[in-house]
């Protein structure tokens, strides 16, 4: 480990200072596509303004004689479009496969000054994001690049999991943490074949009820990620970086996938990944806090002054710490409304209800 004193250093002469906090941009949505798909390329212009993060995918789903194609058709979409103040991400290739140095090599210098955030797969402990810290800072001095790239890992292995705490505080690049569900699996050997969501055979079933004991038990679902995520949850918020929820693959089923990512948001992400454009309105939706709890965060805050003593307001108690928790929901509304005027406008509509 770097001393303290050290680790706000480039490491690399040349390579731009490391940031001291990581900006707090809206990332309801990280959008996938496969730039070298041309028909989704070609959706990019239309996609990105509705979206917070667009991100280009060059690992799974490319296929092996596809990854050079998804790697240029990148270069190509960052070089050609204009994509506003959304931001642009990509998923590079794992760091043991034979793509990985390439992806870094022809992205930082071809699209570096472009790119917000790479996010790596497979991330198993600190010594990953070191590998890639080093070499990210040796090829923003080569190609000049002005402000640091942020570094994003996936929780996709058990592994993983057990560093989760060194990998979310490896460097001062860490962005955020995604739960790879898919891949954490299989590592895993757990028995879902689902991409993230719950399992009809991971349950809770009531007690025996009934005169014989004989009448009917309902059962409960239960969260099969709940303990990786609220793990990743307290990781990231202990680093000061910031959690999402992975992706959701049954795209037809719309109403669990919002049930998955509304688990994820109340227990403290930011945000999820959208793999079709169906998901992109489930994750704006459910990312953004509602205009009537965003009201009532205002108003216990007004009531609040200083936010010391305690109040009592529509029969509920409120202190200090109620005055955290409406003060997280009120400063994300903000960042929200600053980017989003439809979003804006209902918060503003609440409050004067
Ligand atoms: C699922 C698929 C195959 C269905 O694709 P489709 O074409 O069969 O679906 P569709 O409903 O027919 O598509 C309708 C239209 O939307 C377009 N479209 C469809 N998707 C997108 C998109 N993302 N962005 C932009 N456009 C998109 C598509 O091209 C089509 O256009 P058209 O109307 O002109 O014909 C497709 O949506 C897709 O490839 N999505 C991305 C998949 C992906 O990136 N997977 C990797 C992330 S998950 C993961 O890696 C796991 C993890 C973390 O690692 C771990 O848990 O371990
Ligand atoms: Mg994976």
Redesign the pocket.
């Known amino acids: 480990m770097r001393s303290p004193k050290d680790f706000f250093r480039p490491l690399a002469v040349g390579a731009p200072a490391p940031v001291r906090e990581v900006p707090f941009r809206p990332s309801r949505m990280i ?4 730039p070298g ?1 041309e ?2 390329a070609a ?2 212009p239309d ?1 990105a303004p509705t979206v917070d993060v667009l991100l280009g ?1 060059l ?4 296929a092996a004689d596809r990854k050079e194609a998804a790697r240029s058709g990148l270069v190509k979409v960052a070089k050609a479009t204009d994509l506003g103040d959304t931001q642009l991400w990509t ?1 590079i290739n794992s760091l043991d496969s034979p793509w990985a140095l390439d992806d870094l090599l022809t992205l930082v210098t071809e699209i570096g000054d472009k790119l917000d955030v790479i996010m790596v ?1 497979k991330v198993e402990g600190a010594e990953d994001i070191h590998y890639v810290d080093r070499l990210l800072a040796q090829l923003e001095a080569k190609a000049g690049i002005q402000r640091p790239i942020l570094v994003h890992a ?1 929780l ?1 292995t058990a592994t993983g999991v057990a560093n989760v705490e060194e990998i979310a505080g490896a460097s001062p690049r860490m962005q955020g943490i ?9 590592s895993r050997r757990m028995k879902t074949t689902r ?2 969501g719950g399992h009809p055979g991971y349950l809770v079933r009531e007690d025996p009820h009934g005169a014989d004991g004989s009448a009917p038990r309902a059962t409960f679902q239960q969260d099969l990620w709940h303990y990786t995520l609220a793990r990743m949850v307290d990781a990231c918020a202990a680093h000061g970086i910031l959690p999402y929820y ?2 959701f ?1 049954d ?1 037809k089923d719309t109403t669990a996938c919002e049930d998955q990512f509304r688990n994820a948001f109340l227990l403290g992400c930011v945000g999820a ?6 998901q992109i309105a489930i994750a704006k939706r459910v990312f953004s806090p509602s205009p009537a709890d965003v009201a009532w965060a205002r108003k216990v805050i007004d009531a609040m002054g200083d936010g010391t003593g305690a109040v009592m307001i529509d029969g509920k108690m409120q202190d200090d710490a109620t005055y955290k928790q409406c003060q997280v929901v009120a400063q994300l509304a903000d960042a929200l409304a600053a980017r989003d005027p439809e979003l804006r406008d209902a918060y503003a509509a609440a409050e004067k209800e």
């Open positions: 959008h996938f596509f496969d798909n028909k989704m959706k990019v996609i995918n690992e799974d789903a490319v998923r797969p996936i996709e995604s739960l790879g569900p898919a891949d954490l699996a299989a991409v993230g992975g992706p693959g795209i990944w959208s793999l079709h454009p169906v």
